[in-house]
């Protein structure tokens, strides 16, 4: 793979404005990146030390009380019905699984990635690893008579915080079956819907019509459960594409470490710390939402997820400078595709004390 290919990391360009927002005399808010900033559990914590003197290899395709726990988390929290342990596979956070996954399954060069039209950068990064070529669209029209290798989507958005409804999910997974395309949908934000309609996950039977061939989906515990540091994620779904994924992370060493996935197990299961941190979350996204908007800015979607999709109906680097006069850091749309040129996206991951700081200076 030559590195020349792939585009600059995104954030390495905001050097400059964060530089500019740490000159505040009361320090940057930085609003840019979705890092957890909360503890993690202590039921969390004590499951990671509780297995950490077993000096073995783990298992690639994870322990069996680790694949329960998801197959019963998916079921309690999603509604998701009839997958099989077996058709789950752990992964060393999402990020590695995104960007590897169009290579693990099989596109090269001639083949087509669809990707959402304003979506998270590493969706075209994995097509370009793979020698595959990524095409934006912002829905299936946009194809054309083309018959992508696979196809991404993302409900709740990153960076919008936009839903897709049960109905736009069932037409896509129908519309790749007859294509022989395989769906997959990140749903790393699954958990953090705000309004409207729930969120609802592709494994859902309501949009996969009894059959999971051809579908796959893609979870981290990153956000839910403030694992950025463990690297916790998993995909579900196809048994088909699953015991593929897994046969080649075998031979490539691929393991999520055997620590990790029993804290994984005790975040699966312990749903109260889920809904405290949703709480935290409400609570920062309802401060920082009403200042952006006495302040004069739109904000889009957002009905979802870690992020406020903001405009000012400004070039998204000037926003971005805008912000950063006042000590806040974000991150600008064109980070997330050329449709995003007008928008910011304000995360809500910084502590009570840095949001309510952020709130002030937008006050001011």
Not at 28 to 57: C, F, M, Q
Request: hydrophobic fraction near 45%; proline fraction near 7%.
């Amino acid at each position: 793979m030559n590195p020349a290919v792939l585009p600059d990391f995104p954030w390495d360009s905001l050097a400059e404005h964060a530089a500019r927002a740490r000159e505040h005399a009361g320090g940057i808010v930085d609003l840019s990146v979705g890092t957890p900033v909360d503890p993690v559990p202590a039921s969390i914590r004590d499951a990671l030390a509780s297995v950490a003197e077993i000096p073995g290899y783990p298992t690639t395709h994870g322990t069996p009380a680790l694949r329960a726990a998801v197959v019963e988390a998916l079921g309690r929290r999603h509604g998701v019905d009839g997958l099989d342990p077996d058709a789950v596979l752990p992964t060393i956070g999402s990020k590695e699984l995104v960007a590897w996954l169009p290579r693990l399954l099989g596109a090269g060069p001639g083949d087509v990635v669809a990707i959402p039209e304003v979506s998270y950068p590493t969706y075209e990064v994995g097509a370009l690893l793979a020698g595959a070529t990524a095409v934006r669209v912002d829905g299936l029209t946009a194809l054309g008579p083309a018959r992508p290798s696979m196809i991404w989507l993302n409900s709740p958005s990153n960076p919008t915080g936009q839903v897709l409804g049960v109905e736009h999910l069932r037409k896509v997974v129908e519309w790749a079956r007859e294509r022989g395309t395989v769906v997959v949908s990140d749903e790393c934000y699954l958990a953090l819907g705000w309004e409207g309609e729930p969120p609802v996950s592709v494994l859902h039977p309501s949009v996969h019509g009894g059959r999971l061939d051809g579908v796959l989906a893609v979870h981290s515990l990153s956000k839910s459960a403030n694992l950025a540091s463990y690297r916790a994620g998993f995909v579900a779904g196809d048994p088909a594409l699953v015991a593929g994924l897994l046969a080649v992370r075998k031979h490539a060493g691929m393991i999520v470490p055997r620590p990790v996935q029993e804290a994984m197990v005790a975040a699966l299961t312990d749903d109260e710390a889920l809904d405290a941190q949703r709480e935290r979350y409400a609570a920062r996204r309802a401060i920082l939402r009403k200042a952006l908007q006495d302040n004069g800015f739109r904000i889009d979607h957002s009905e979802a997820g870690l992020y406020l999709w903001v405009t000012g109906d400004s070039d998204a680097l000037a926003t971005v400078r805008w912000f950063a006069d006042r000590g806040i850091l974000v991150a600008p749309g064109t980070f997330y595709g050329p449709s995003g040129s007008r928008h910011v996206r304000v995360a809500l991951t910084a502590t009570d004390e840095r949001v309510a700081a952020a709130a002030e200076r937008l006050a001011v």
